[in-house]
């Protein structure tokens, strides 16, 4: 359980209203996939936040959740899943830096299972409080380098990234089923692209295309307790 009551009901501060303002921004900044934006409706973000940002969840920005993490802006996080379900449907997805938890919550409400990887203890015991809560039962969440991916459950349709390494790590793309696509940020702070690639049918053979210019926490190696 939450340490503090938690209102999943979207009433005061974090209004149904507020929502739908946010949704709607979203649709004005080219988010058309109807399921997507159903599935960001369902979620409550005021609960992926420390209680003195809640009252900012809904506001189209990202914020900090500690640990020099953040939680993605809500536009970042429906373009990331638009695109992960822009070749079709996907049962099986990895995502790689779990963080609040936010993302993956929203992934559950659109494909069969998630599976996510979180390198900081602490961010990874409260996003499991969040899905427990949620009854998010299609979530399976592990404490690992993201970098690795998640070999065990391997092959994905589609892996997430939700932090930028410099370059794409090799791991992420052998662990992708045939066809299957990795969206992921990559680059430098200040000079980072978003990326989708996607492996050409069960060859060795990917072609990547360049979507936008985005600003991520960097993907660090190692865990921490």
């Known amino acids: ?30 988010i058309d996939n109807q399921a997507v934006l159903d599935a960001m409706r369902k979620v409550p973000r005021h609960i992926f936040l420390d209680e003195a940002l809640a009252h900012r969840a809904y506001e189209n920005t990202a914020l900090p959740i500690g640990h020099s993490q953040t939680i993605s802006q ?7 899943t638009q695109l992960v379900l822009a070749w079709g449907p996907r049962h099986k997805v990895l995502e790689v830096g779990t963080g609040s938890g ?26 499991r409080e969040r899905f427990r809560q949620l009854g ?26 939700t932090a930028a390494p410099q370059q794409v790590p090799e791991q992420l793309l052998h662990q ?10 990559v680059g430098a ?12 049918g069960d060859t060795n053979n990917f072609e990547e295309e360049v979507i936008t ?13």
Do not use: C
């Not at 939450?2 to 649709?27: F, K």
């Not at 969440?141 to 092959?155: C, K, L, T």
């Not at 992708?176 to 940020?185: H, R, S, T």
């Open 1 to 30: 359980m939450l340490v503090n009551p938690v209102d999943l009901s979207g009433s005061g501060m974090t209004s149904q209203r507020a929502r739908e303002r946010l949704l709607q921004s979203l649709q004005d900044q080219g």
């Open 74 to 80: 809500p536009y970042i996080v429906a373009l990331m």
């Open 102 to 127: 936010y993302q993956a919550a929203v992934l559950a409400h659109l494909v069969t299972k998630v599976y996510t990887v979180e390198r900081i203890k602490p961010l990874l015991v409260k996003a």
């Open 136 to 161: 998010l039962r299609n979530i399976i969440s592990g404490h690992s380098d993201g970098g690795e991916g998640w070999a065990q459950y391997a092959p994905y349709d589609a892996i997430i990234g």
């Open 176 to 185: 992708l089923a045939a066809n299957g696509i990795l969206v992921i940020p």
């Open 189 to 200: 702070e200040g000079a980072q692209e978003l990326r989708v690639i996607q492996r050409m």
């Open 213 to 225: 210019k985005v600003r991520f926490v960097p993907l660090v190696s190692g865990v921490l307790r």
